[in-house]
């Protein structure tokens, strides 16, 4: 089965500051990747998905950009962190056809 | 954009008692997904219910679709203590949507022992 690993699990950073979380998979290959940012006590939000290495699709435009270096690897990156950045980030693999997404377990981040 | 929308927003039960949550969502879809988290942590997939499909069980839950309505009903039975969470319905449009879902606000459950 799919495991999902994010790091870090919680990130505190200033206004200004660069991000990049990681999200790896373990357990499959050629997935569809997924972030999503989920504020306190909401729904996700889709930002950013990708179907292969190199591809990214952006959903919302923002402060935010993706990567998928590698086929199990996906990045999400920021040059310099807005308070509106703040927030649960969670990564997703899954398929297309009828299959269920599997997440990790998010980074919450802070931005002060 | 979130198309689903979940009633209520919260719901507190003793344990032993049923809980039932509801789903509405605005176009059509090739699936509508449960999920639940538990706070802090990713979600967790729970059932996966067809548009071709009316009902579907899995263990102590059941999950209702009426795709004429736009809605779907989680009902989860002789609920536990464990059972506290939130859980969220999700759709896939299908098509060239590249399996991405869209989530609802979710519901709050509380069951106390």
């Known amino acids: 089965s799919q495991t999902i690993h994010q790091w870090p699990a919680t990130l505190v950073q200033p206004v200004g500051s660069p991000l990049s979380l990681e999200c790896t998979v373990e357990g499959t290959s050629n997935p569809n990747l997924y972030w999503y940012r989920q504020a306190a006590g909401r729904g996700l939000q889709l930002l950013f998905y990708?179907?292969?290495?190199?591809?990214i699709s952006s959903e919302v435009p923002q402060n935010l950009s993706a990567s998928r270096p590698q086929d199990r690897q996906f990045i999400l990156s920021s040059k310099k962190l807005l308070l509106s950045d703040s927030g649960f980030y969670l990564c997703a693999s899954g398929y297309l056809d009828n299959s269920p997404l599997h997440f990790g377990n998010g980074t919450r981040l802070t931005v002060t | 954009s979130q198309q689903g929308e979940e009633d209520p927003q919260a719901l507190s039960i003793q344990e032993g008692e049923n809980a039932t949550m509801n789903c509405s969502y605005k176009?059509?879809?090739?699936?509508l997904q449960w999920y639940r988290q538990n706070s802090g942590r990713g979600l967790v997939h729970l059932i996966l219910?067809?548009?071709?499909?009316r009902e579907k069980h899995s263990g102590r839950l059941r999950v209702t679709l009426d795709t004429s309505k736009k809605s779907s009903s989680l009902l989860i039975t002789a609920s536990r203590a464990a059972d506290t969470a939130s859980y969220f319905c999700a759709t896939d449009a299908g098509g060239t949507s590249y399996g991405k879902l869209t989530f609802g606000q979710g519901t709050i459950l509380t069951v106390h022992p």
């Open positions: 176009t059509s879809i090739n699936n």
């Open positions: 990708s179907v292969g290495i190199g591809q």
């Open positions: 219910i067809r548009s071709n499909e």
